[in-house]
């Protein structure tokens, strides 16, 4: 069964970091670009991140740039983002996603694989 599996959510305070993990299972994700999403209370699930799976590229949406940074390691089938400097409207339910193509990721559409998300909740 495949699987990705988020971990490292938490309540922490303005201004402090996070760091999320996402596990690969059942398959290798190592030819897949991997990326973030987030879906706040009441609002649409929007696309946080990505990486290409070759030499990697980055790709961030405009309000989180300069203050999280997404990594991988294929050798471990996970994938990371580093969140700094955190704002309370940054609370969500953080999501990874595995998809071939890194532009599907970043139009948020036809995903293939999905987690079932971590809870991140910042407070000032």
């Known amino acids: 069964q495949v699987q990705l599996v988020e971990s490292g959510g938490g309540l922490v305070q303005a201004g402090g970091s996070l760091r999320l993990s996402c596990a690969g299972s059942?398959?290798?994700?190592?030819?897949?670009?991997m990326g973030w999403f987030r879906q706040a209370p009441g609002k649409e699930r929007e696309f946080v991140a990505a990486?290409?799976?070759?030499?990697?590229?980055?790709y961030y949406t405009d309000s989180v740039k300069g203050r999280f940074t997404i990594s991988r390691d294929n050798a471990k089938n996970t994938v990371y983002l580093q969140m700094n400097s955190l704002k309370p409207e940054d609370t969500a339910v953080y999501y990874c996603?595995?998809?071939?193509?890194?532009?599907?990721?970043?139009?948020?559409?036809?995903?293939?694989?999905w987690g079932k998300g971590t809870l991140v909740t910042v407070f000032s």
């Open positions: 059942g398959r290798t994700f190592s030819s897949d670009a």
């Open positions: 996603a595995a998809d071939s193509s890194v532009g599907r990721l970043r139009a948020n559409y036809g995903i293939d694989f």
């Open positions: 990486i290409s799976w070759s030499v990697p590229i980055t």
